[in-house]
């Protein structure tokens, strides 16, 4: 046959895998759609058992060697080895992979064991927590790995005398944490001065370092050490080999490993431009495992080479409005009723299907409903509704000019929109929120810029007026401080709005006094009804991870906390081809 | 010929610290405000800035500033990154061999293909070949580089996927771990971009290679020497061709400045690891000081050419040499 | 880039009688434009884009009854002939065809504009160098050669992250880099025509610089600016194209031939149209700026064509 012909042939076959996919699309979202509502009446496990992975998680026998490579579509940070300070995913999921921590966490959000014998026993008045260490642990160079470690690690985080050792946490454990002593090799035990709640869920997940190794520093020149760079002992499931800056972190098997060697022989990270060519290379094989774009996925499920997953990102996507009332946004920005206007006038379940591709659904509190304290009763909640946003508009006294932009008292409704700069979906966002608030006579300039500019904006700078970025969780500790507190404003947290409500505040610092989940769920709902109200922040989306798995990979068990968080399953990953 | 290379060196000292004058301007509009390490460390006190600004020399006067700039870039230290503090140098160690390894296949391909196509459109003059690849290499001219290379992407690299049939790789320099050892390998990922890079050289060198080749075989001493009895072909092989080819180098010659820079959409589009895409990720981070310092360096790499040209000229031309 | 420009000069401009034959040159040059179809052909192509630029709005209105920033998140990647959307639309609803339109908008305005000013910043100084010549050429052709020895797309990339351009931004980008050429140039016409009789009669005739070089020089280089222009204007489309495809020229909502290509290649499972028409439209305006050059070319020095 003619070539001709056999390009149209290919063609009938495209169109045949177009009209094929539609169906197998609707199957999925069906699916995930039921997950989700199985989650909102507080099932969990419903989640985990029909979002689960494709790769069924008890195979065949699993072969040993090979080399698994994931796709990351940022490097790692500068020092992404300090597991004290890592404020990226992709460094947190590098140190997942080489330092263990006392607890580990389950896809849905559990505390698991991993250096910790068991989950630790707290004290009748929660002020001491006891650990004990799980025996003959090891550190990759066959040195014990014994409390001392963790006694030391701790140590850097809250002591006065280590100070100049830069850690993100200090501030949450300062003020709580009063010691923290090895009692014996395999002992330790936390004294607090205070209640701290979300101690075990937040905290105990922090990669040990080595004292033998780190001990001698100097807190201050610990910020900078090269075992940061390229850590010379490991006690997680890898071994750290080299980093290619820009191109590939590669990692291999750690044969002193508490729960038993890995299958795998590598682990390579490799770092690709974005997710689109991240499902590029998925499609290729050149990539074994990765998130790929939201845009691709519907495409992806087509290939019969590759395992497609969604399931619940336990994050959000939201704006951040810049209340500061000395700052001209205030003008515009500082009516509640405004902020109303402005989250009615967005048609969310649109944006969702078009610029999620359908990945993602709407929103409705301030915390995800993969969180325990999620409330799904939360009120009010709002619907997409023009008229109703333009009469909220209308009556706090924003009147349509000759060019359809709303003034009042000779202020413009007009702002600059941020985002990150290079996520097409959040730029795609900002234009699509662009045309919405036009249409009720809302000026927003779209405008992208640095992911590091932003944060800085939103730690330092303050000089935005709205910013749309996303958050992800690392834990499921619904303790939200850092976002809606006074404390989370400045440089240690994320309250860019500065918005500061001292009844907020006080439920906050509240829930924090018991690890009574019973005492604290009815707080946290409280917080959720005020904030959905006060709209400092409106929440978008709860989006989807995504993930695109080679068939020939198995035991990859991500979900929504073991995605970068934290993989206690990775020893048991398996190439089925050993190459 | 020495005081004309003398002179031309000293013509060229103006022009180098203009250039580097220039962007240390640059880097100070752009970033004087700077203080590197604040991006890893929020909780900077100002006391901490003052030390950190103090010992990288951020508080002397502009002028020393300069010097110190100037110092490095003749030792071949181009700054440091404005986000992470890596060295520049380092960076351009790195990806340079890439950034060349693309445009001198580029170029090659460009002188290799031209000169058939410069020829034969010039010995078949007036036909429809000569239209044909008259019209190709207009519309070569004007078809946008990063279109070229997307098309070639989708049809070659996506499109084929689909279909089940062996495709070209989309883009990178090598299949991942593989170190980069396998030559096919290596071919095959370069092949498209060298394509999409070349295509700019052809339309242009193929015109000129025919305009040129055209211009000799009319010359006189081609007549004389068909009128002796030479066979056609070795007229054209030994006589026309050296001499038309000769204009083509100085040519090719013109486009060596953009050895380092030429690349850089193509590269964007293939994600090919050079100079010219690590410019283009840093410039979106605003990393004010890569930028700059690749730049400070691709037009020091330019001047510099330029003066072994003329260093070049001055050896063939005797009219200098004797001077 | 260019082919390389090596302009005949027109006779030289004496007060007396040789203006007849100075008309008869330019009478000359057009006629042989006008004669040559190909060229007149473009010519007519590139009219009508700069038409449908200057339109864009009106067209918009009249034909496709929509605006560039309309979205319509219900039907994204409407394949072309579907209703209301001749060309169908992208991944946020909005209507191709506008689209097309108004990036007409983006690229000829730019086009001309940063011509334009090259040529008037370029000739300027090329007319200033090569008259008075000395110290100021000197100083002015070392500006040059620091401007042209910085790769220009690193330029522009620089200038792009310092400024963040709009329409006429971007177009004064790109225009500080292309005047160095055209100084060049012009300061060679001018070495080789100033030193000619005429020059030295009227400035012993107490002419001032100012009235030499513009009455009397500039006519002279005009013809060199000309046919750079032209030919300029396809590169210059090109670049700004690329600019935008980078994400460093003109940003979405508003729409360019290169920036509506940018996310083309992520949406081709979704559209395959999206990466097409862009495309082409680029390629026909440069087609034809091109085209037009070389018959201006050809026009203006007929000696180039190799025949």
């Given at each position: 046959?003619?070539?001709?012909?056999?390009?149209?042939?290919?063609?009938?076959?495209?169109?045949?895998?177009?009209?094929?996919?539609?169906?197998?699309?609707?199957?999925?979202?069906?699916?995930?759609?039921?997950?989700?509502?199985?989650?909102?009446?507080?099932?969990?496990?419903?989640?985990?058992?029909?979002?689960?992975?494709?790769?069924?998680?008890?195979?065949?026998?699993?072969?040993?060697?090979?080399?698994?490579?994931?796709?990351?579509?940022?490097?790692?940070?500068?020092?992404?080895?300090?597991?004290?300070?890592?404020?990226?995913?992709?460094?947190?999921?590098?140190?997942?992979?080489?330092?263990?921590?006392?607890?580990?966490?389950?896809?849905?959000?559990?505390?698991?064991?991993?250096?910790?014998?068991?989950?630790?026993?707290?004290?009748?008045?929660?002020?001491?927590?006891?650990?004990?260490?799980?025996?003959?642990?090891?550190?990759?160079?066959?040195?014990?790995?014994?409390?001392?470690?963790?006694?030391?690690?701790?140590?850097?985080?809250?002591?006065?005398?280590?100070?100049?050792?830069?850690?993100?946490?200090?501030?949450?454990?300062?003020?709580?944490?009063?010691?923290?002593?090895?009692?014996?090799?395999?002992?330790?035990?936390?004294?607090?001065?205070?209640?701290?709640?979300?101690?075990?869920?937040?905290?105990?997940?922090?990669?040990?370092?080595?004292?033998?190794?780190?001990?001698?520093?100097?807190?201050?020149?610990?910020?900078?050490?090269?075992?940061?760079?390229?850590?010379?002992?490991?006690?997680?499931?890898?071994?750290?080999?080299?980093?290619?800056?820009?191109?590939?972190?590669?990692?291999?098997?750690?044969?002193?490993?508490?729960?038993?060697?890995?299958?795998?022989?590598?682990?390579?990270?490799?770092?690709?431009s974005d997710a689109v060519v991240?499902?590029q290379?998925?499609?290729?094989?050149?990539?074994?495992?990765?998130?790929?774009d939201?845009s691709?996925?519907?495409?992806?499920?087509?290939?019969?080479?590759?395992?497609?997953?969604?399931?619940?990102?336990?994050?959000?996507?939201?704006?951040?409005?810049?209340?500061?009332?000395?700052?001209?946004?205030?003008?515009?920005?500082?009516?509640?009723?405004?902020?109303?206007?402005?989250?009615?006038?967005?048609?969310?379940?649109?944006?969702?299907?078009?610029?999620?591709?359908?990945?993602?659904?709407?929103?409705?509190?301030?915390?995800?409903?993969?969180?325990?304290?999620?409330?799904?009763?939360?009120?009010?909640?709002?619907?997409?509704?023009?008229?109703?946003?333009?009469?909220?508009?209308?009556?706090?006294?924003?009147?349509?000019?000759?060019?359809?932009?709303?003034?009042?008292?000779?202020?413009?409704?007009?702002?600059?929109?941020?985002?990150?700069s290079g996520n097409k979906?959040?730029e795609n966002?900002?234009q699509?929120?662009?045309?919405?608030?036009?249409?009720?006579?809302?000026?927003?300039?779209p405008r992208p810029?640095?992911?590091?500019?932003?944060?800085?904006?939103?730690?330092?700078?303050?000089?935005?007026?709205?910013?749309?970025?996303?958050?992800?969780?690392?834990?499921?500790?619904?303790?939200?401080?850092?976002?809606?507190?006074?404390?989370?404003?400045?440089?240690?947290?994320?309250?860019?709005?500065?918005?500061?409500?001292?009844?907020?505040?006080?439920?906050?610092?509240?829930?924090?006094?018991?690890?009574?989940?019973?005492?604290?769920?009815?707080?946290?709902?409280?917080?959720?009804?005020?904030?959905?109200?006060?709209?400092?922040?409106?929440?978008?989306?709860?989006?989807?991870?995504?993930?695109?798995?080679?068939?020939?990979?198995?035991?990859?068990?991500?979900?929504?906390?073991?995605?970068?968080?934290?993989?206690?399953?990775?020893?048991?990953?398996?190439?089925?081809?050993?190459? | 010929?020495?005081?004309?290379?003398?002179?031309?060196?000293?013509?060229?000292?103006?022009?180098?610290?203009?250039?580097?004058?220039?962007?240390?301007?640059?880097?100070?509009?752009?970033?004087?405000?700077?203080?590197?390490?604040?991006?890893?460390?929020?909780?900077?006190?100002?006391?901490?800035?003052?030390?950190?600004?103090?010992?990288?020399?951020?508080?002397?006067?502009?002028?020393?500033?300069?010097?110190?700039?100037?110092?490095?870039?003749?030792?071949?230290?181009?700054?440091?990154?404005?986000?992470?503090?890596?060295?520049?140098?380092?960076?351009?160690?790195?990806?340079?061999?890439?950034?060349?390894?693309l445009?001198?296949?580029?170029?090659?391909?460009?002188?290799?293909?031209?000169?058939?196509?410069?020829?034969?459109?010039?010995?078949?003059?007036?036909?429809?070949?000569?239209?044909?690849?008259?019209?190709?290499?207009?519309?070569g001219f004007a078809i946008p580089g990063f279109w070229l290379g997307l098309m070639l992407i989708l049809i070659?690299s996506v499109?084929?996927?689909?279909?089940?049939?062996?495709?070209?790789?989309s883009g990178?320099?090598?299949?991942?771990?593989?170190?980069?050892?396998?030559?096919?390998?290596?071919?095959?990922?370069?092949?498209m971009p060298?394509t999409v890079l070349?295509f700019v050289?052809?339309?242009?060198?193929?015109?000129?290679?025919?305009?040129?080749?055209?211009?000799?075989?009319?010359?006189?001493?081609?007549?004389?020497?068909?009128?002796?009895?030479?066979?056609?072909?070795?007229?054209?092989?030994?006589?026309?061709?050296?001499?038309?080819?000769?204009?083509?180098?100085?040519?090719?010659?013109?486009?060596?400045?953009s050895?380092?820079s030429g690349g850089l959409v193509v590269e964007v589009v293939f994600s090919w690891?050079g100079?010219g895409k690590l410019l283009y990720e840093r410039a979106l981070q605003?990393?004010?000081?890569?930028v700059?310092?690749?730049?400070?360096?691709?037009?020091?790499?330019?001047?510099?050419?330029?003066?072994?040209?003329?260093?070049?000229?001055?050896?063939?031309?005797?009219?200098?040499?004797?001077? | 880039m260019?082919?390389?420009?090596?302009?005949?000069?027109?006779?030289?401009?004496?007060?007396?009688?040789?203006?007849?034959?100075?008309?008869?040159?330019?009478?000359?040059?057009?006629?042989?434009?006008?004669?040559?179809?190909?060229?007149?052909?473009?010519?007519?192509?590139?009219?009508?884009f700069?038409?449908?630029a200057?339109?864009?709005?009106?067209?918009?209105?009249?034909?496709?009854?929509?605006?560039y920033?309309?979205?319509?998140?219900?039907?994204?990647?409407?394949?072309?002939?579907?209703?209301?959307?001749?060309?169908?639309?992208d991944d946020l609803?909005r209507?191709e065809?506008?689209r097309l339109l108004f990036g007409a908008q983006v690229s000829m305005g730019i086009g001309?504009?940063a011509?334009?000013?090259?040529?008037?910043?370029?000739?300027?100084?090329?007319?200033?160098?090569?008259?008075?010549?000395?110290?100021?050429?000197?100083?002015?052709?070392?500006?040059?050669?620091?401007?042209?020895?910085?790769p220009s797309i690193f330029l522009f990339i620089l200038m792009s992250i310092?400024f963040k351009p709009n329409t006429?931004t971007l177009a004064?980008i790109i225009?500080?880099v292309?005047?160095?050429?055209?100084?060049?140039?012009?300061?060679?016409?001018?070495?080789?025509?100033?030193?000619?009789?005429?020059?030295?009669?009227?400035?012993?005739?107490?002419?001032?610089?100012?009235?030499?070089?513009?009455?009397?020089?500039?006519?002279?280089?005009?013809?060199?600016?000309?046919?750079?222009?032209?030919?300029?204007l396809g590169s210059v489309i090109l670049i700004e194209a690329a600019l935008d495809f980078l994400g460093l020229g003109i940003n979405p909502p508003i729409p360019s031939w290169g920036n509506m290509l940018t996310n083309s290649e992520t949406f081709f499972?979704h559209s395959r149209w999206l990466v097409i028409w862009p495309g082409v439209m680029i390629f026909l305006a440069v087609l034809?700026a091109?085209?037009?050059?070389?018959?201006?070319?050809?026009?203006?020095?007929?000696?180039?064509?190799?025949?």
């Amino acid at each position: 046959m003619s070539r001709d012909d056999a390009a149209e042939q290919g063609f009938e076959q495209f169109e045949r895998f177009l009209q094929e996919w539609s169906r197998r699309d609707f199957l999925k979202r069906t699916g995930v759609a039921t997950a989700y509502l199985a989650f909102l009446a507080g099932g969990a496990e419903l989640l985990a058992a029909a979002c689960g992975p494709t790769n069924p998680t008890n195979t065949t026998t699993a072969v040993k060697g090979g080399k698994l490579i994931e796709g990351s579509i940022s490097d790692l940070a500068s020092v992404p080895f300090n597991t004290l300070n890592s404020g990226d995913t992709t460094s947190t999921q590098a140190i997942t992979h080489t330092f263990d921590g006392l607890l580990g966490i389950s896809a849905n959000g559990d505390n698991i064991p991993m250096l910790a014998a068991a989950l630790p026993t707290v004290s009748s008045d929660s002020l001491t927590i006891t650990f004990k260490l799980k025996p003959n642990l090891k550190w990759s160079d066959g040195k014990p790995l014994t409390a001392d470690d963790v006694a030391y690690t701790y140590g850097l985080m809250f002591l006065p005398e280590t100070k100049d050792f830069i850690s993100r946490y200090r501030s949450d454990l300062e003020g709580y944490l009063q010691s923290a002593t090895a009692t014996d090799p395999q002992t330790v035990v936390f004294k607090f001065s205070k209640v701290q709640a979300s101690f075990v869920d937040s905290h105990c997940r922090r990669g040990i370092l080595p004292k033998s190794v780190l001990g001698g520093v100097t807190p201050k020149a610990l910020n900078t050490h090269d075992f940061f760079s390229a850590p010379t002992v490991t006690s997680g499931v890898f071994k750290f080999v080299r980093w290619d800056k820009g191109q590939q972190v590669v990692f291999a098997r750690n044969e002193n490993y508490w729960a038993g060697p890995s299958n795998l022989d590598q682990y390579i990270v490799k770092i690709v431009s974005d997710a689109v060519v991240l499902a590029q290379q998925l499609k290729t094989g050149e990539l074994d495992a990765g998130q790929p774009d939201a845009s691709q996925f519907d495409n992806l499920k087509t290939i019969t080479t590759i395992n497609t997953l969604a399931h619940i990102n336990p994050g959000f996507v939201y704006y951040q409005h810049n209340l500061d009332q000395t700052r001209a946004p205030y003008k515009l920005f500082g009516e509640k009723n405004v902020r109303k206007a402005l989250f009615m006038a967005l048609d969310r379940t649109a944006m969702a299907k078009a610029v999620y591709f359908g990945q993602a659904v709407p929103a409705n509190s301030v915390l995800p409903p993969t969180t325990w304290a999620y409330n799904k009763d939360v009120t009010p909640t709002y619907k997409y509704d023009k008229t109703a946003a333009e009469k909220l508009l209308d009556d706090a006294g924003w009147a349509k000019g000759s060019d359809g932009i709303r003034s009042k008292g000779g202020v413009r409704f007009s702002f600059e929109l941020n985002t990150n700069s290079g996520n097409k979906v959040r730029e795609n966002l900002i234009q699509v929120m662009q045309q919405q608030w036009k249409e009720i006579g809302v000026e927003a300039l779209p405008r992208p810029i640095a992911f590091q500019t932003l944060v800085t904006q939103i730690r330092a700078t303050h000089t935005f007026a709205t910013l749309l970025i996303g958050i992800a969780n690392g834990d499921t500790d619904p303790d939200q401080t850092t976002l809606w507190g006074s404390k989370g404003i400045g440089s240690g947290g994320l309250n860019g709005m500065q918005y500061k409500n001292a009844q907020v505040d006080q439920l906050l610092a509240d829930a924090l006094t018991t690890t009574d989940r019973t005492k604290r769920k009815p707080l946290y709902a409280q917080i959720q009804n005020i904030l959905a109200d006060e709209l400092p922040a409106p929440i978008l989306f709860y989006s989807n991870y995504l993930w695109g798995i080679n068939k020939r990979v198995k035991n990859f068990n991500v979900g929504p906390y073991n995605t970068y968080q934290g993989r206690p399953w990775m020893k048991d990953v398996f190439v089925t081809d050993g190459k | 010929m020495l005081k004309y290379l003398v002179s031309r060196v000293i013509a060229t000292i103006p022009v180098i610290i203009g250039v580097t004058v220039f962007t240390f301007i640059v880097m100070h509009l752009a970033a004087g405000s700077y203080v590197p390490g604040l991006d890893l460390n929020p909780n900077l006190k100002p006391e901490d800035e003052a030390m950190i600004k103090h010992y990288l020399g951020l508080d002397r006067p502009l002028y020393e500033q300069y010097l110190t700039w100037m110092a490095g870039v003749v030792h071949g230290d181009f700054g440091r990154s404005m986000i992470d503090g890596s060295l520049v140098s380092r960076h351009i160690g790195d990806r340079l061999p890439a950034t060349l390894e693309l445009t001198v296949t580029a170029i090659l391909m460009g002188v290799l293909i031209s000169i058939p196509l410069g020829v034969t459109g010039a010995l078949r003059r007036g036909s429809k070949i000569d239209h044909a690849l008259t019209a190709l290499s207009v519309g070569g001219f004007a078809i946008p580089g990063f279109w070229l290379g997307l098309m070639l992407i989708l049809i070659f690299s996506v499109q084929l996927q689909a279909w089940g049939m062996p495709f070209l790789p989309s883009g990178g320099v090598m299949t991942p771990g593989t170190g980069g050892g396998d030559p096919l390998d290596r071919l095959v990922h370069l092949i498209m971009p060298a394509t999409v890079l070349s295509f700019v050289y052809l339309s242009i060198w193929s015109r000129f290679t025919r305009s040129s080749m055209l211009e000799v075989l009319s010359q006189d001493y081609v007549r004389t020497a068909r009128a002796k009895g030479m066979s056609g072909r070795r007229v054209v092989y030994l006589h026309a061709l050296r001499n038309a080819v000769i204009p083509l180098v100085t040519l090719v010659g013109l486009e060596l400045p953009s050895l380092v820079s030429g690349g850089l959409v193509v590269e964007v589009v293939f994600s090919w690891p050079g100079i010219g895409k690590l410019l283009y990720e840093r410039a979106l981070q605003t990393d004010y000081s890569t930028v700059l310092g690749i730049t400070t360096f691709a037009a020091l790499l330019v001047v510099l050419g330029n003066l072994l040209a003329d260093f070049l000229y001055a050896l063939l031309d005797p009219r200098i040499r004797y001077a | 880039m260019i082919d390389p420009v090596i302009v005949e000069a027109p006779p030289v401009a004496t007060p007396l009688a040789t203006r007849r034959a100075i008309q008869s040159y330019w009478s000359a040059a057009f006629s042989r434009l006008r004669r040559n179809r190909i060229g007149m052909a473009s010519g007519a192509l590139l009219l009508f884009f700069v038409l449908v630029a200057l339109a864009a709005p009106l067209l918009a209105r009249l034909i496709t009854h929509t605006n560039y920033s309309s979205q319509d998140l219900a039907n994204t990647f409407a394949n072309p002939l579907s209703p209301g959307h001749i060309l169908g639309t992208d991944d946020l609803g909005r209507d191709e065809l506008t689209r097309l339109l108004f990036g007409a908008q983006v690229s000829m305005g730019i086009g001309f504009l940063a011509v334009s000013v090259s040529l008037a910043i370029g000739a300027t100084v090329g007319l200033v160098a090569g008259y008075y010549g000395g110290l100021i050429d000197g100083v002015l052709m070392r500006f040059v050669d620091i401007i042209l020895a910085i790769p220009s797309i690193f330029l522009f990339i620089l200038m792009s992250i310092l400024f963040k351009p709009n329409t006429v931004t971007l177009a004064l980008i790109i225009a500080s880099v292309g005047w160095g050429s055209i100084a060049r140039l012009v300061r060679g016409e001018v070495l080789s025509v100033r030193t000619r009789d005429f020059m030295v009669a009227t400035r012993a005739l107490g002419a001032r610089d100012v009235r030499l070089i513009v009455r009397h020089l500039l006519p002279n280089v005009l013809h060199v600016l000309i046919v750079f222009g032209s030919l300029y204007l396809g590169s210059v489309i090109l670049i700004e194209a690329a600019l935008d495809f980078l994400g460093l020229g003109i940003n979405p909502p508003i729409p360019s031939w290169g920036n509506m290509l940018t996310n083309s290649e992520t949406f081709f499972f979704h559209s395959r149209w999206l990466v097409i028409w862009p495309g082409v439209m680029i390629f026909l305006a440069v087609l034809a700026a091109n085209l037009f050059g070389n018959a201006v070319r050809d026009a203006f020095d007929p000696r180039l064509r190799g025949e």
